[in-house]
């Protein structure tokens, strides 16, 4: 049984370009979180999705989006990349909106 | 707001010590639940044990054990004889029962990295 995976696993950027990231949950789960962890801290909050719906958002600009698709993978999107975006991006997946979150081994990106 | 307060941000151990990891949870909610969850250097977030607010016993497993007191927003985490494999960051969360509003949210403290020497 798979669990949660993420593509990439590193990522290099420039400041202005955009990025994708994509999650894949866990066997049977519907719901998908993401959080950002930037060096040194606990992970924050971004959105989380479920019946293909941002659910709920955590305090991060517009310029973090996502999606969720019909076989309930998801994609986080960040335009116009800051320096400050540096960090450690993991997927958590769930069944439903509030049972315990299985978290994927994140990507690292790093914006230059 | 709901907040986690991990006051130890780095603990330095030698094997088969005993260690204690603190967490202090802030929230208005009467119903609610408590995580740890254990970071190795590979990244992944590994969940060790939920805990729901109602229920305060201690739970032990193996060498981990856990103290939930909540007079005092307190969920402490103890490795009993440490390893060289318990070398890791650990994180203490905290989210809103299930059917609430902006449940599913995790909130993380600041962690703790945990090193222990042989």
């Known amino acids: 049984d798979a669990g949660v995976t993420q593509s990439p696993t590193h990522l290099i950027k420039t400041r202005g370009q955009q990025v994708t990231l994509r999650c894949s949950p866990k066997s049977g789960h519907d719901t998908v979180s993401w959080y950002q962890q930037a060096l040194g801290q606990g992970p924050q909050f971004i959105f989380q999705y479920y019946e293909e719906e941002e659910r709920q958002r955590g305090n991060f600009p517009d310029r973090f989006s996502g999606h969720q698709f019909p076989n309930y993978s998801s994609e986080l999107n960040v335009n116009a990349l800051l320096l400050g975006d540096s960090a450690l991006y993991l997927c958590a997946s769930s069944q439903g909106t509030g049972w315990e979150q299985f978290f994927g081994p994140g990507t690292r990106l790093t914006v230059l | 707001a709901q907040k986690v307060t991990q006051a130890q941000t780095e603990i330095s151990v030698v094997e088969k010590e005993d260690v204690t990891l603190d967490c202090v949870y802030e929230t208005r909610d009467t119903t609610y639940y408590l995580f740890w969850y254990k970071q190795p250097p590979s990244g992944e977030l590994v969940f060790l044990i939920r805990r729901n607010s109602f229920d305060e016993q201690n739970e032990i497993s193996g060498r981990y054990s856990w103290n939930f007191q909540k007079s005092t927003s307190s969920f402490n985490f103890t490795i009993t004889a440490s390893q060289v494999v318990d070398s890791a960051v650990y994180f203490c969360?905290?989210?809103?029962?299930?059917?609430?509003?902006?449940?599913?949210?995790?909130?993380f403290g600041q962690g703790t990295t945990l090193q222990v020497k042989p």
């Open positions: 969360a905290l989210s809103r029962r299930p059917g609430s509003s902006n449940t599913g949210k995790l909130i």
